[in-house]
């Protein structure tokens, strides 16, 4: 399994970004696609996630509003688009892969995710 997160970049507070998960090497449809995201002395916190097999979506109550989650079937691919984005939100975000749902994933425990992308930067700053 290979996750390729791209999309990060220098982006003006209230900007937008959306970051692209690609996913391959897995054929079953039972997945669950989390974006995670860590600052510089801060702990790996979960931002949102989506159930590949019927997309199902949870996003956390600290992004809802701005953050939203959503895949291409077509392209293997989940994005995250991020609207009014704030200092607050720099950090180096990952996207990673969970075979099964579980309470755990739906937390967004990261321990309850397999398989981890390299992570892309996200920068916010005038």
């Known amino acids: 399994v290979q996750l390729q997160a791209s999309g990060g970049g220098l982006v003006q507070p209230g900007g937008s970004l959306r970051l692209s998960c690609r996913v391959s090497?897995?054929?079953?449809?039972?997945?669950?696609i989390g974006w995670f995201r860590q600052a510089p002395g801060k702990e790996r916190e979960f931002v949102a996630g989506i159930r590949w097999g019927g997309g199902v979506k949870f996003v956390e109550d600290s992004v809802s509003g701005r953050f939203a989650i959503s895949k291409n079937s077509a392209k293997d691919t989940v994005y995250l688009q991020m609207n009014s984005l704030i200092p607050e939100d720099t950090a180096v975000y990952y996207c990673a892969l969970a075979t099964s749902w579980s309470a755990a994933v739906q937390r967004g425990e990261p321990t309850a995710y397999s398989y981890w992308g390299q992570g892309t930067q996200v920068t916010v700053s005038s």
């Open positions: 090497g897995i054929e079953v449809d039972e997945y669950v």
